[in-house]
C-alpha cells in the first residue's frame, strides 16, 4: 500500500514541477547596433571582417534574410521598434528637413501616452532594463519632468546615453548637427560685425541713441548659434543612469566597456526572475571607437576594427547569459537600427559607414532596400531549432506582438502593424503575415512592397526617390544625408516598379513589356495604400506620397527640435554643467 501511495506522490510531485518549468516566462536579451550594414556580418556573406559571436548566434538560432526596418533612420525605426507601430503614428516621422531628435534640449520625443513593448512587459511582472542609446527625447515642459525618458516607458532601469554617440562628441571629428544653418549664422554674425565697422564715422547722436542696440543685437545673433551649436558636447553627448545626469560630457574612449559591464550586471542582478534587457550599442555610429585591443586588428580601417569590437561585446553578452544557465530561458535577439551609412567618409580615416552588400542605398534613402533591411537573428535553444532561415518579408515592428505573446500578455492593444512572429521562427507557418509592407522617408510614403499569396516574387514601387548627388553617385554626397522633400526627391508617374525577389538590388526596372502583373500589381498596391490610409484618423489628405493627420503632433518640427535651455539636462547648476562618473564601480 505504501509505495503506490509514494509513487502517486512522486508522479504528482513531477508533474507540478514539470507545469511550472513551462509556465515560467521566458527572459528577452534585445541588443540592437546603430548603423550597422547587412554587409558587414560574416553569417550574411561578408568573408574579410571576422564576427564569430554573431555567426555563432545564428548557427545556434534562426537567421532571418527580409528582415525590415520602418524608417532609415535612428529616431524613427527605433521609435516603430519600442511601439510596434509604423513611427507617424506617434508623430516620430518629419515632414521637412528635421527627421531625428537633434538636441536634448528639445522638447519633441516619444509621447508619453505611447505604449511601448517595456510597458507591456513591466505589467506582467517583468524588470525591465536599458543599457546604451535611446535618442527619442527626455523632457517636454521644464527641466526634469522626463516625460520622454525611458524611466516614463516602461524601463525600470537606464543606463547610458538619452542622445546618440555622433561626431560633435570628440573633437576634431566634426559636426554631425545643422552643419550649413550653423555656418549660415556664423556668416550672419559676421556680417553684422562688418557692419560695425562701417559705423565708425557716424554721428555723436546717433552712436549713443542707435549703437547700443546694434551692439545688442550682434550678440543676440551670436547667441543664436553660439550657444545651442558651440557646446554640443556639453548639451548632447551625456551619459544618465535613470534620471540623474552623471557625466557630462561623457569620456567616449571608456564607453563601450561601460556599457558592457552595466548590460553583464543588469542580467546577472535579475537572473533569478523575468527580465527584459534592451542592450541598445553606441556602436557602430560615428565617431568610431579606437579601443586599443581592437585598433589596427581588421582589415577595414576603423570601421571594421569597430564591428571585430561589437562582436566581442556580442560575446561576452551571449557568454554571460550561457554562464548564468539561462540559456534555455533567454529569448536573444540580434539587429541594427538600419542599414550602413554610405556617405560617411574622410581622407584620414576612410569609409566610416557600413557596407549593404548587395542592396541599393544606405541610411536615410527611404524605401532603397541598403537602407532598412537589417541583420536579424533570433537564439532561443529547446525553443528555436539550430540553422533555420527564414526567407519571408519580416518588419522589425513584429519584435513587439512576439514579446507580448511570449510574455503571456493578452490585454487588448491599440492598432498595431506588426505580427507576432513565432509562427515563422519556429516553422509552423511558411509565409510572412505581411502581405504589404510601408516604407516611408521621413513622413511621407515613398515605397510599398507586395508579397502575392499565390507567387513568390515579392515586388515593390517607389513613388519617388531621394536625388543622389553628384549624379550618377550612389547617395547623396552634398548633405551628407538624404532629404526627402520638394527639390531632394524625384516624383515617380507611373512609380519605379521592381522585383526584388528576383532582382534585390533593384537595378532593373519592370515595365509593361517585361512584366504581364504590371497593371495588376500597381492596381493591387494603389487598393492597399487606400487602406493603409484608413488606418489613420482625422485624414486631411493624400496624394499618394503622403499621409497628413490633424490628431498627432508632430515631435519633428523646428518649434519640438529646436533647444531650448529651460529643457537642457544638465549635471550641476545650469549652465555649468560638468561631470564625471566614478569609473572605480566597474573595476
Given at each position: 500500500m505504501l509505495a503506490p501511495l509514494l509513487l502517486s506522490l512522486l508522479l504528482a510531485s513531477g508533474s507540478d514541477v514539470k507545469g511550472e518549468v513551462e509556465d515560467k516566462k521566458p527572459n528577452f536579451v534585445l541588443m540592437m547596433v546603430d548603423d550597422l550594414g547587412i554587409g558587414d556580418i560574416g553569417c550574411y556573406g561578408n568573408d574579410?571582417?571576422?564576427?564569430?559571436?554573431?555567426?555563432?548566434?545564428?548557427?545556434?538560432?534562426?537567421?532571418?534574410?527580409?528582415?525590415?526596418?520602418?524608417?532609415?533612420?535612428?529616431?524613427?525605426?527605433?521609435?516603430?521598434?519600442?511601439?510596434?507601430r509604423y513611427p507617424l503614428r506617434s508623430g516620430m516621422a518629419g515632414t521637412g528637413r528635421v527627421q531625428v531628435v537633434l538636441f536634448l534640449g528639445g522638447s519633441g520625443g516619444l509621447p508619453p501616452n505611447e505604449t511601448t513593448f517595456a510597458?507591456?512587459?513591466?505589467?506582467?511582472g517583468y524588470t525591465t532594463g536599458l543599457v546604451g542609446k535611446w535618442h527619442l527625447g527626455v523632457n517636454c515642459e521644464s527641466r526634469g519632468d522626463h516625460c520622454h525618458h525611458p524611466n516614463q516607458h516602461g524601463f525600470s532601469y537606464f543606463y547610458g546615453l538619452p542622445f546618440t554617440l555622433f561626431n560633435d562628441c570628440v573633437p576634431g571629428e566634426g559636426s554631425d548637427v545643422l552643419v550649413d544653418l550653423r555656418l549660415a549664422l556664423q556668416h550672419l554674425t559676421l556680417l553684422l560685425g562688418l557692419g560695425l565697422l562701417t559705423m565708425v564715422g557716424v554721428t555723436l547722436s546717433w552712436f549713443y541713441f542707435s549703437f547700443p542696440t546694434f551692439i545688442r543685437n550682434r550678440y543676440v545673433a551670436a547667441a543664436v548659434w553660439y550657444v545651442p551649436f558651440?557646446?554640443?558636447?556639453?548639451?548632447?553627448?551625456?551619459?544618465?543612469?535613470?534620471?540623474?545626469?552623471?557625466?557630462?560630457?561623457?569620456?567616449?574612449?571608456?564607453?563601450?566597456?561601460?556599457?558592457?559591464?552595466?548590460?553583464?550586471?543588469f542580467i546577472k542582478r535579475n537572473a533569478d526572475h523575468p527580465f527584459l534587457l534592451f542592450f541598445s550599442l553606441a556602436h557602430i555610429h560615428t565617431p568610431l571607437f579606437t579601443t586599443p585591443a581592437f585598433a589596427g586588428k581588421s582589415r577595414h580601417g576603423r570601421y571594421g576594427d569597430n564591428l571585430e569590437e561589437v562582436d566581442w561585446i556580442i560575446g561576452k553578452i551571449t557568454e554571460t547569459v550561457d554562464s548564468l544557465g539561462l540559456a534555455n530561458n533567454t529569448f536573444m535577439?540580434?539587429?541594427?537600427?538600419?542599414?550602413?551609412?554610405?556617405?560617411?567618409?574622410?581622407?584620414?580615416?576612410?569609409?566610416?559607414?557600413?557596407?549593404?552588400?548587395?542592396?541599393?542605398?544606405?541610411?536615410?534613402?527611404?524605401?532603397?532596400?541598403?537602407?532598412?533591411?537589417?541583420?536579424?537573428?533570433?537564439?532561443?535553444?529547446?525553443?528555436?531549432?539550430?540553422?533555420?532561415?527564414?526567407?519571408?518579408?519580416?518588419?522589425?515592428?513584429?519584435?513587439?506582438p512576439t514579446l507580448k505573446y511570449l510574455a503571456k500578455d493578452t490585454q487588448p492593444d491599440r492598432h498595431l502593424d506588426g505580427y507576432n512572429l513565432m509562427p515563422l521562427l519556429e516553422g509552423k507557418a511558411a509565409r510572412s503575415k505581411h502581405e504589404f509592407m510601408f516604407h516611408y522617408c521621413g513622413g511621407y510614403l515613398n515605397a510599398v512592397r507586395w508579397h502575392p499569396t499565390d507567387s513568390n516574387s515579392i515586388f515593390k514601387v517607389h513613388f519617388f526617390t531621394p536625388n543622389f548627388f553628384p549624379p550618377g553617385a550612389g547617395g547623396c554626397y552634398d548633405t551628407k544625408v538624404c532629404l526627402c522633400h520638394g527639390q531632394h526627391v524625384t516624383h515617380h508617374n507611373p512609380p519605379l516598379l521592381y522585383d526584388i525577389f528576383h532582382d534585390p538590388s533593384e537595378s532593373r526596372q519592370l515595365t509593361p513589356e517585361t512584366e504581364p502583373r504590371y497593371a495588376e500589381i500597381l492596381q493591387q498596391i494603389a487598393k492597399a495604400v487606400e487602406k493603409h490610409k484608413s488606418t489613420f484618423p482625422s485624414k486631411e489628405g493624400f496624394d499618394d506620397v503622403q499621409v497628413q493627420t490633424n490628431t498627432i503632433q508632430n515631435q519633428m518640427s523646428w518649434e519640438k527640435i529646436l533647444w531650448k535651455p529651460w529643457l537642457q539636462p544638465c549635471c550641476g547648476t545650469f549652465p555649468f554643467c560638468g561631470c564625471k562618473e566614478d569609473k572605480n564601480i566597474y573595476k
Open positions: 574579410t571582417i571576422r564576427t564569430p559571436n554573431i555567426d555563432r548566434l545564428a548557427s545556434e538560432g534562426v537567421k532571418l534574410t527580409q528582415y525590415i526596418a520602418a524608417a532609415p533612420l535612428c529616431t524613427p525605426s527605433r521609435a516603430a521598434v519600442m511601439t510596434g510597458k507591456r512587459l513591466q505589467k506582467q558651440g557646446f554640443l558636447q556639453t548639451w548632447n553627448c551625456i551619459i544618465m543612469r535613470n534620471q540623474d545626469v552623471i557625466e557630462q560630457p561623457m569620456t567616449v574612449e571608456t564607453l563601450p566597456q561601460r556599457l558592457l559591464a552595466e548590460a553583464q550586471n535577439h540580434f539587429t541594427s537600427d538600419h542599414g550602413g551609412h554610405l556617405e560617411d567618409s574622410d581622407s584620414r580615416i576612410g569609409q566610416k559607414g557600413g557596407w549593404n552588400s548587395i542592396y541599393k542605398g544606405g541610411k536615410a534613402m527611404g524605401g532603397w532596400e541598403g537602407g532598412i533591411r537589417v541583420p536579424g537573428i533570433f537564439r532561443w535553444p529547446g525553443r528555436l531549432a539550430a540553422g533555420r532561415v527564414v526567407d519571408e518579408p519580416i518588419s522589425l515592428m513584429d519584435l513587439y
